[in-house]
T-cell receptor
Framework: DAGVIQSPRHEVTEMGQEVTLRCKPI?????LFWYRQTMMRGLELLIY????????DSGMPEDRFSAKMPNASFSTLKIQPSEPRDSAVYFC????????????FGQGTRLTVV | GDSVTQMEGPVTLSEEAFLTINCTYT??????LFWYVQYPGEGLQLLLK?????DKGSNKGFEATYRKETTSFHLEKGSVQVSDSAVYFC?????????????FGKGTMLLVSP
């Protein structure tokens, strides 16, 4: 398996523009997580899907952020409009829901909003 | 709620030195414990795990023992190499909180010099 695949790897956009980050989880995994990593706050869980259904989105910072998982093999995280403080590395991870949750991470998308 | 506390970095060591990175946790149930490692420019990778009290996880010369009495899961390695330079994250998964998600510490950067 190719692992968790994220695109793009790098994104530079202007303030106010819409940004869409994409994730393809490992085939057969039924849990998907979006994390944001910054120097100040470390690794923050934004949203968690189980069997394509959003279970916990309490980490989504505000209404400008939205996430979807239309099927088991694809998820998006959208920021509209983007702001400079959204600059961070965004990670997608997937796992099999079970007694021991081992998450597999993608390589991340480095977002810079200027 | 669940939480993980790690020692702040960076931890700076010479090659072949002994490494300890402290990690303590708070959980409502009986969590599984993990150490993840992040090399520069990459996503997180599972380093080792332990699922119950007194279990010892080990991989690539790293070890950590699940200590329920002290709620700790300290990471150790007897002789570090330059290639071990990375950020190390302690994490827990607590099925007692409902769905199994991972709660991460803030990470500890390790710098090993020749």
């Amino acid at each position: 398996d190719a692992g968790v695949i994220q695109s793009p790897r790098h994104e530079v956009t202007e303030m106010g523009q819409e940004v869409t980050l994409r994730c393809k989880p490992i085939s057969g995994h039924n849990s998907l997580f979006w994390y944001r990593q910054t120097m100040m706050r470390g690794l923050e869980l934004l949203i968690y899907f189980n069997n394509n259904v959003p279970i916990d989105d309490s980490g989504m910072p505000e209404d400008r952020f939205s996430a979807k998982m239309p099927n088991a093999s694809f998820s998006t995280l959208k920021i509209q409009p983007s702001e400079p403080r959204d600059s961070a590395v965004y990670f997608c991870a997937s796992s099999l829901t079970g007694e021991v949750t081992e998450a597999f991470f993608g390589q991340g998308t480095r977002l810079t909003v200027v | 709620g669940d939480s993980v506390t790690q020692m702040e970095g960076p931890v700076t060591l010479s090659e072949e030195a002994f490494l300890t990175i402290n990690c303590t946790y708070t959980a409502t149930g009986y969590p599984s414990l993990f150490w993840y490692v992040q090399y520069p420019g990459e996503g997180l990778q599972l380093l080792l795990k332990a699922t119950k009290a007194d279990d010892k996880g080990s991989n690539k010369g790293f070890e950590a023992t699940y200590r329920k009495e002290t709620t700790s899961f300290h990471l150790e390695k007897g002789s570090v190499q330059v290639s071990d330079s990375a950020v190390y994250f302690c994490a827990l998964s607590d099925p007692g909180s409902g769905y199994s998600t991972l709660t991460f510490g803030k990470g500890t950067m390790l710098l090993v010099s020749p």
